[in-house]
């Protein structure tokens, strides 16, 4: 597994597998058999691999049944892919020697052998790549299948020899078709290809990681990526996971105030006489009335040190740039009680803010370079608070840079490569929570602090390629030889590729980065954008130099070609290890519409238009997924200073004191109570969440339709039944709900109004007897065309909700009443989002009762939503619908249903 990158400290010095050589060499396939002869080894292992068994995983001789899939599901593997494609193959390449003299298998070399195959196929004719294409995804899929059923055998971590040759044909198998994927435009026959190896959840956990991160790794990451991630040592971290699980959100960073302590700099040599400092809370105090920013500045070498209190002054030629620092609570910087913090974490703070400064002349030495921290900058009186989390959006938008502080990233050196930074980066606490989300967003120059360096995260448009294709490809060519690689068919091939010139290219970039600074900020964009493609590529722009003289030398009359320059294109965007590009996940979610950076890049081409609300609101919905707060009151102040809504409306809405809370969630827990005060103290304890809800969305005037098919707990309010409880409940296994091709909805008094599509249900094949929230047969249900407002679409067809099987999650309402009820009212009706194809492989409904009709718009009440699986036939209608979510039929209010003139449309 040498292609996968590599962690570095700290990591889990277990490090990837050893894989052992198994089977022998001689006997394995020598020359590609092609699909049909390829399948017939598996017959030796039954139909799929089913008759291989727990036993037979501890056979390792050579012709134990694990060597026989080492042999074809390995080796066989890359002879049909590599030689297929006249790729000289020698399985020598992926053998080598272990310390104690045994014989083991490498990758090292599987790099190479993927560009030379991208090479070969980007220059056979259509055909070819056509047949070899259907080839390579029966033999995976063979090879996917049979891995899937014996990896069922396997126990835990580490795994025995046999199952670190499994890793191994996962990790090859996964590799190819990733890579196969991208040379031949990403087919969805290769895209859909999972391949899973359960081992590695309890890799996972052995690492440290916490139940519900793992989850949400399992479902949204590839196993070569979960390989890579169970070599970081979370362990290191210290966090307590135990109360965690995996369905409630990471209990670990949560912040439990009244057992709150602030912690001290690792290097204080004595925290007992290390005492706290602050500023003077009645200058603090007048700034933010006077709607400024206050700044500190701590002199550690004045005797005794002081705090300075000091304002921001955009005019002013000192104060006019500062540093703002964001954190992570659980850390230990923050202080629930008073602002102030201890000696030796300020003195830390501002050497650490002072060095981001070191290489700019225009800061002196000894000079204090003013810093932000919420800890010290927002006063704790209630009156003054919602005034500094007003300004807190300005706070950070207006900072010359941001540096943040997260723990997890203060152990990791500066010998950790770019790629790893941004893994760790994306995988730190920091990016976890909720106000670091808006903080992140809001800054212009973000800056995070490692052990020993900062890693800077690069404007949105800038993001440098992670070791870009053509040096790394030119390199492994020279590490070969570069005669010996341009005496191969394939070497040669990619150094064409490499050669063919970027004159014209280069001479554009080079003028535009010439260019006079200007006050054109479409001009300005171009001109600092061109600076950095020339820092960050200029290696890229001489290989022609490097390599044309050498091809000359060989053949003296070679012409470059157009097809050349296409194969150099496509070198440049495709990523071999899947690894790499994980951490620019952080960057996607640090970058995004609702960015200043983006909101600057919008103005710059569109004028002075900003992207409206609902574009920001939809960005943000996608990007705070995952996120979480301790306080779940906090969300709405947050989501409230990104969005510049106004906060105080949000805040004047009072919230339960945490002891309160305390009790009340320990009765419900704990002591038996009748169903009416159980309903009464759930109610207490979300009813301040959903007035803060109400509050904040009441400053929005439209919203995704999609927000009606969110999974998610529901307000219950009349006329807010539409909008969810909160924004950070989503259900992980319908993020793809998120976003989508939608219309924008009104808010209006009574609920929302939306544009669907929705039939009615006549009958149904079950006990009508049978209470809403149990699970039931299968449904065979009869749509009746007709609801007495006509809303059926041509291109939508209704008998695809045939079938159904009602299931319930773990709802937090679940309805009340009976499917006999809920059919005979003769108002049933499953309204469905329009965008969704049969291509998706599913489709999401919600299960409706219409009540009321007025000029033209149906109300509906909301009784739970429904999932439905395309079917190929009716053997699989056992598998085909779930139902998730909840609601009430005696809800009233979820939304309206309205139709349009032409009764081909109904408006929820």
Known sequence: MDHIQKIGTPYRQEGYPIVPLLCDLRSCPTTPLGPEQFSMFSKNFGNKGNEISRGDLEDLGPNGAIAKLQQWLYFGVMVETFASVAIPFHKEDFVTKAADGKAIITTEELPRYL?????????????????????????????????????????????????????????LGETISNAYDQMTGREKSFSTMIWVFPPLKDALLRAGWCIREIEQLLRTTNSLCLLYLSTIDRQALQKDHSKCDQFKRCQAYQVVHHKYKTKHASHCADESTCESVGPAVDELTGIIKEGRIPLVGFDYLATPPVLHVLRFEEESEFYNEYVAISHVWSDGMGNPLCNTLPICQLRRIQELVNHLYINEPTFPEKFLVPFWIDTLCVPLDPLVKPLALNLMANTYKFADKTLVLDQSLQSVGKAASLEECWTRIKLAPWMTRLWTFQEGRLSKDLHFQFLDKTVRIPAWNALPALRPNPIAVSALLQRRGVKRSLAE?????????????????????????????????????????????????????????????????????????????????????????????????????????SSNARRDEWMTFFGNTKPSPYWIFNDVMWTIYGRTTSRLEDETICLSVFMGLDVSKVQEVPVLHWKVKEALTCVLAHIPTDATLQKRITWMLRSSQEERIKMFLSQLESFSRQ????????????????????????SLQKKGLL???????????????AECIAFRIDKANFPKSQALHEVGPILSLHSAGSFGFGYFNPYHDQSKWQYMRLRLSSSHLQPSGTWKQLIESGNAAIVTPTHHSDKEGFEVGILTVAYKMEHNVTFARHVMLVDRVLLSGASSIEDAISVYGEGSLKAEEYGKIAREKDDQHMKK
């Open 489 to 593: 068919k394939s070497g040669m091939l990619l150094a064409r590729a490499l050669a063919f010139p970027k004159d014209r290219t280069l001479r554009s970039i080079q003028t535009e980065a010439s260019a006079p600074a200007t006050d054109d900020p479409r001009q300005e964009y171009i001109r600092l954008s061109s600076i950095e493609l020339l820092r960050t590529r200029k290696d890229e722009f001489t290989l022609s130099e490097l390599w044309m003289p050498e091809i000359l030398a060989v053949d003296p009359a070679v012409k470059l070609s157009e097809e050349d320059s296409e194969l150099q294109r496509n070198l440049s965007s495709i990523v071999l290890d899947p690894t790499r590009p994980y951490g620019q996940g952080a960057m996607n979610s640090i970058h995004g519409l």
């Open 115 to 171: 560009w030379y195959l991208l090479a070969n196929l980007h220059h056979s004719d259509r055909h070819f790549k056509h047949r070899h294409r259907l080839s390579m995804i029966s033999i995976l899929n063979l090879t996917n299948t049979i891995l899937s059923r014996v990896v069922t055998l396997l126990r835990g971590w580490p795994v025995s020899p046999a199952g670190k040759v499994l890793l191994s044909i996962s990790v």
């Open 739 to 753: 976003l989508g091709k939608s219309e924008q909805c009104a808010r209006k008094r009574e609920g929302l109004e």
């Open 707 to 730: 927000l009606l098919f969110w999974d998610t707990p529901r307000l219950q309010s009349s006329g807010w039944r539409w909008a969810p409880l909160s924004f950070l409940e989503l």
